[in-house]
C-alpha cells in the first residue's frame, strides 16, 4: 500500500511529522490484536485530528460494522480494497465519502498481486508468496479474513526477488499465510520446493529464511532437497500449538505428536545445529492439567531454541469461542509463565554454545556504535566496532551473552 502510494506522487512520513492521510493496517490474530488496532486507530486521530484516517486489513474485514462505527476513522476498508486504496482515499479527500460496503474475500479467486515492495528495505526483505488458509483450526479467524489459498505466480515472485538483489539486499524471508499451500491452486505444476530452488539460483541473495513451515510439508524427500540449497538458512519455524493429541484433535490441527517429532528429526538430520522455534497455545478449551503435563513434557523433549507462547482468547465466529469447559484466566497465565521460562532456558542453553566460536553474521542496522545482526540460523548478535559493516557478512567470535544476545567485537 505504501508502494501504491509512492508510485501516486505521495510522500511516504513518520507519524509525528502531521501527516495528511494515516493507514492503520489492522490485524485481527488475536483479541489483543483486535483491541491494538482499535486503540492505535483513536490515538492517531487524537493526535492528527485533520488528518484522514483509513483502517485496513484483517481486523475490518471480519468485524466491518463495528469498525466502521468507530468515530474516529474516516474509511474503512477490507483485504480486497487494498489494491484500490489510494483511488479510494481521493474520492474521499473530493467529496468525503468513503465506500458503502467491503467486498467478500471469498470471491478472490486469485493471488492479490500489489506489485514489488522495494522501498524501505536495506538488508532483509520479506517476499510474500501465497495468501489465505483452507485449514480452519478451530481457535483461528485467519481463514475467514484472508480467503481460500492463492498462490502469487512464480514469475512475479522471481522478478521481485532479481530486483530486491540487484538493490543489494542480501536475505529474503519467505511469508504466507500457510506456505506448505503453495502452488495447490495454480494451473501451472509448481511447488514450494520447486519455488525455492529457482529462487536459490538468483544471484546476489546470499540467505533465503522460511518465515513458517507447515510441519505436514516436511517430509524425508523436501528436506534432502531444501538441504542442497546452500542458501537456505538453518532456522525454521514450525507451529506446534499443543503437545498434546488430544487438544491438537480439537484444534483440528492435521498432525499427531508422534509426527511432529518425525518432522523434527528429519530436519536436525538434513540441518546441522538447526534452530527450531515454535507456536503454542496455553489454556485452550478443555485442556486439563493432565494435557498441559503432556505438552510439557513432549516441549522438554522437543528443546526448541524460542517458542512463542499466546494465551488461548476465544475469537467471536470460531466453532472453539462455544466449545465447553473453557480454561480459566489465571490458569492460563501459570502455564504460559511456565513454558516462557522453558524458552528462555533453552534460549540460554543454545546461544552459550556459540560462545568463543567464530560465527557468520549478516549486519542489519547500528545504534550508538553497536551493529548488530543475525547468524544463518537466527542468533542475535551485537558488535562494537568503528568500522563500517553495514549490510556485510562478518566473522566475529562472541564472548559474552546478555539478554538472549551474543556480544562480540571487530
Ligand atoms: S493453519 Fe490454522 S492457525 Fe494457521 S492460518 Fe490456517 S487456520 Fe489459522
Not at 480486497?80 to 470471491?107: G, H, L, R, W
Request: hydrophobic share 35%; with cysteine; proline share 2%.
Amino acid at each position: 500500500m505504501a508502494q501504491k502510494f509512492l508510485e501516486a506522487g505521495y510522500h511516504l512520513c513518520k507519524i509525528d511529522e502531521k501527516p495528511d492521510i494515516v493507514i492503520v493496517n489492522t490485524c485481527t490474530v488475536t483479541n489483543i490484536a483486535d483491541r491494538k488496532s482499535r486503540q492505535l486507530l483513536r490515538k492517531v486521530k487524537e493526535e492528527n485530528e485533520n488528518a484522514i484516517v483509513v483502517a485496513v486489513g484483517c481486523y475490518v474485514q471480519v468485524a466491518y460494522e463495528k469498525v466502521k462505527s468507530i468515530k474516529e476513522i474516516d474509511i474503512s476498508l477490507g483485504n480486497v480494497e487494498k489494491k484500490d486504496i489510494v483511488t479510494i482515499v481521493e474520492n474521499y479527500k473530493k467529496n468525503k465519502e468513503s465506500i458503502a460496503s467491503i467486498a467478500d474475500i471469498n470471491q478472490e479467486k486469485e493471488y492479490l498481486e500489489l506489485g514489488s515492495v522495494t522501498f524501505s528495505e536495506k538488508t532483509r526483505a520479506t517476499i510474500k508468496i501465497q495468501d489465505g488458509c483452507n485449514n480452519f483450526c478451530t481457535y483461528c479467524l485467519i481463514p475467514y479474513a484472508r480467503g481460500r489459498i492463492r498462490s502469487r505466480k512464480k514469475e512475479n515472485i522471481i522478478e521481485e526477488v532479481t530486483e530486491i538483489a540487484q538493490k543489494g539486499i542480501k536475505e529474503i524471508v519467505i511469508t504466507g499465510i500457510h506456505i506448505a499451500s503453495y502452488g495447490k491452486d495454480l494451473e501451472e505444476d509448481v511447488q514450494l520446493i520447486a519455488l525455492l530452488e529457482d529462487l536459490n539460483q538468483i544471484q546476489g541473495i546470499q540467505r533465503i529464511r522460511l518465515g513458517s513451515l507447515e510441519p505436514t510439508i516436511v517430509t524425508e524427500d523436501f528436506a534432502k532437497r531444501l538441504s542442497k540449497l546452500e542458501k537456505i538458512c538453518n532456522q525454521f519455524h514450525l507451529s506446534l500449538q499443543s503437545g498434546c493429541d488430544e487438544t491438537l484433535k480439537r484444534m483440528n490441527r492435521k498432525y499427531s505428536c508422534s509426527e511432529f517429532k518425525k518432522v523434527v528429526q528429519i530436519l536436525r538430520k538434513y540441518f546441522e545445529d538447526v534452530n527450531l522455534t515454535t507456536d503454542i497455545i496455553v489454556g485452550f478449551p478443555g485442556e486439563t492439567e493432565e494435557e498441559f503435563k503432556q505438552t510439557y513434557q513432549f516441549l522438554k523433549e522437543i528443546k526448541f531454541y524460542k517458542m512463542h507462547v499466546f494465551k488461548y482468547s476465544p475469537r467471536e465466529g470460531t466453532p472453539a469461542a462455544k466449545m465447553p469447559k473453557q480454561v480459566d484466566g489465571n490458569v492460563k497465565e501459570k502455564r504460559s509463565q511456565k513454558l516462557i521460562a522453558l524458552s528462555n532456558q533453552n534460549q540460554d542453553t543454545y546461544n552459550k554454545k556459540y560462545l568463543n566460536k567464530p560465527v557468520e553474521v549478516l549486519i542489519e542496522e547500528k545504534k550508538e556504535n553497536i551493529w548488530s545482526g543475525y547468524t544463518k540460523n537466527y542468533i542475535k548478535v551485537c558488535v562494537a566496532s568503528n568500522l563500517n559493516l553495514e549490510n556485510q557478512i562478518i566473522s566475529v567470535t562472541p564472548t559474552k551473552e546478555v539478554d538472549q544476545m551474543l556480544f562480540a567485537e571487530k
